[in-house]
């Protein structure tokens, strides 16, 4: 994406799609099919549909994205067909597009305010999944009900750099290869220094030690024990400070 001194995103609500953004994004896109075929005196135009305004389907694309509404709830009025908005976006994420506006925008994030590569952190979170889906999964926090696991990797600064779908009941080691390499940006264009990776205990043991080696990290995992020890601790310091905070209370 190209940079832009009249990047203004304050002009327009959370779910549109700036002039700014659309300059950025329009690039990125496939080219549209020619509906002429044939050369010189033999070319024609061969009909079919007409193409659709892809500034009005990007737009709708990023409404239903941001407000997580149903393809057929999206206002017509301003958007267009839902079908049709649904159709360019089967399209244009099997051409990646998505993906390259991604890396665009880790790029110019980068170039701005810089991506902290030193320090990296990886979890995942589970959420509700009420319409099913390929990447979902009874969820154990959630009386078996269908649900989806996001695992994700930030910067230093909490800034997402990949993420990856699942079911709800994959552990989350089992994701973190897979998260790890869902970075979009090339891995040349990535500092060659060893990186710090913070993971909770759930990622402890040798299979995410050897994924977060191959990768060029060094693995920041707490200990289950002392983490377990430090807990009671700190439990235990607690109700000491609350009996001392009754026994220094007048009568």
């Given at each position: ?188 264009l990535r500092p060659a220094a060893i990186h710090n990776l913070s993971l909770d205990k759930g ?28 807990a009671s601790a700190g439990r235990a310091g607690a109700k000491r400070g609350a009996g001392s ?7």
């Amino acid at each position: 994406m190209k940079k832009s001194s009249e990047t203004r995103y304050a002009d327009v609500a959370s779910w549109e799609l700036s002039d700014s953004l659309w300059a950025r994004i329009e690039p990125l896109l496939p080219r549209a099919s020619s509906r002429y075929r044939g050369r010189g005196q033999q070319r024609k135009n061969i009909g079919g549909r007409p193409a659709a305004d892809r500034r009005k389907v990007m737009s709708g694309i990023l409404y239903v994205l941001r407000t997580g509404c149903q393809w057929n709830a999206l206002p017509q009025a301003t958007y267009g067909s839902g079908k049709t908005a649904h159709r360019y976006f089967q399209r244009w994420v099997r051409a990646g597009v998505f993906r390259r506006m991604w890396a665009a925008g880790l790029s110019e994030y980068d170039e701005l305010k810089g991506i902290a590569w030193k320090w990296q952190a990886a979890d995942g979170v589970m959420t509700k999944a009420p319409l099913g889906g390929q990447k979902t999964g009874p969820n154990p926090t959630d009386r078996g009900k269908q649900g989806t696991k996001r695992s994700l990797l930030v910067d230093a600064r909490g800034a997402p750099l990949g993420v990856v779908v699942s079911g709800a009941n994959t552990p989350d080691g089992q994701l973190l290869e897979a998260t790890l390499a869902s970075v979009p940006l090339e891995r040349s264009l990535r500092p060659a220094a060893i990186h710090n990776l913070s993971l909770d205990k759930g990622y402890q043991g040798a299979p995410s030690a050897s994924v977060a080696q191959a990768y060029g990290y060094e693995i920041h995992v707490p200990d289950k024990a002392n983490a377990k020890k430090n807990a009671s601790a700190g439990r235990a310091g607690a109700k000491r400070g609350a009996g001392s905070s009754k026994s220094s209370m007048p009568g």
